[in-house]
């Protein structure tokens, strides 16, 4: 586990004018991003995308939601994973948009493909 948090460390990207104001995009590394979900007791939510793939950007105004549903309980993370090879074979990402749920430094769930927001908030809810 810490090799695989030790490899996020340099794979969260930021990303800006893309969504609304209320979802976080960390700027620091996944160690931190990890100390400050553990600190607010918040999970993370991440969603590993290409920009060139069409689900990917369905997913945009989905993120939306679900961050306008969940408020400030979630933190949710965008990772392009063709600018990080690391992390795709790390967590044998074979498909995008690959969505992960992250508590206290584990994967709770992972799935492929596009889904509402209200599934996710529902799954979001399983780990709290």
Known sequence: ?????????????????????????????????????????????VDVYT??????????????KLKENVGDAVSILKIDVDKNQELSAQYRIQSVPTLMIFKDGEIKWRSAGVHQADALESKLKEFM
């Open 1 to 45: 586990m810490k090799k695989s948090l030790a490899l996020l460390y340099f794979f969260i990207l930021t990303v800006g004018g893309v969504f609304a104001q209320g979802i976080e995009f960390f700027h620091g590394t996944y160690e931190e991003v990890l100390q400050k979900a553990r600190a607010e007791g918040k999970q993370i939510f």
């Open 51 to 64: 920009s060139w793939c069409g689900p990917c950007k369905m997913m945009h105004p989905i993120l939306d």
